[in-house]
Structures are given as structure tokens and as C-alpha cells.
């Protein structure tokens, strides 16, 4: 599966912005869509992920309570909506698939090509 993931921008802390990850080819039955961020120096860091066939959701600690993942089969999109944005959300995400409902990058497959997200204060 191909992705491609948009929406990124600059925006004020306590603001809200919206990722979008499409997907072109087969999506299959146990799939898992999740996002991943990451600054210049540091490793990716696992975000949120989202199993296509229960919408199972799963997000870190750091997001927990402020960023929501949500999907739309029909359109093959999966939408990572982030509220109450601090500077330290600022990072590159990406969007990856896989098989695995995991916060580790090994277990995804295919990986969009990032966009950023800038927050300030």
C-alpha cells in the first residue's frame, strides 16, 4: 500500500490541526495504520495507530487525551486530529502501515512521506 499524508502546518500552542494519511491500494483485513513524529537528532517516535477491520485505537502517553484517530473506509483515509497542540508536538509525522497493531516503526510496512508540523509559542 502507498500512503500519502498531508495537513501539516504551523500553528499556535493550544490550537488544533489535522493529519490525513491516504491510502492507495489494498487494505487488508487486519491492517494497522499508525503515525509516528520525528525531530532533527532524534529517533521516530511512535504517535498513535488505528486497526482498519475493529478501529481499534491506540495512542502514547505523551498524546494521550489530545490527539484522536479516526478512519473512513470508503475513502481509505485515516485522519490523526491533534488538539491542545504544545511547542514540543513541533516534528515531521509520518503515517506507516502494517500488519501489527504495535508502537515500534520495524513492525510497519509502508511509510508515507512525512509532513511537517510547526507549533509555537
Known amino acids: 500500500v502507498q500512503l500519502q499524508a498531508c495537513g501539516g502546518g504551523l500553528v499556535q500552542a493550544g490550537g488544533s490541526l489535522g493529519l490525513s494519511c491516504a491510502h492507495a491500494g489494498p487494505i487488508y483485513t487486519n491492517y494497522v495504520t499508525g503515525w509516528f513524529r520525528q525531530v532533527p537528532g532524534k529517533e521516530r517516535e511512535f504517535v498513535a495507530c488505528i486497526r482498519w477491520s475493529s478501529g481499534s485505537t491506540y495512542y502514547s502517553d505523551s498524546v494521550k487525551g489530545r490527539f484522536n484517530l479516526s478512519k473512513n473506509n470508503a475513502k481509505k483515509t485515516v485522519v490523526l486530529q491533534m488538539n491542545s497542540l504544545k511547542v514540543e508536538d513541533t516534528a515531521v509525522y509520518y503515517c506507516?502501515?502494517?500488519?501489527?497493531?504495535?508502537?515500534?516503526?520495524?513492525?510497519?510496512?509502508?511509510w508515507g512521506q512525512g509532513t511537517k508540523v510547526t507549533v509555537s509559542s
Open positions: 506507516a502501515a502494517g500488519p501489527t497493531f504495535s508502537d515500534l516503526a520495524s513492525a510497519y510496512e509502508s
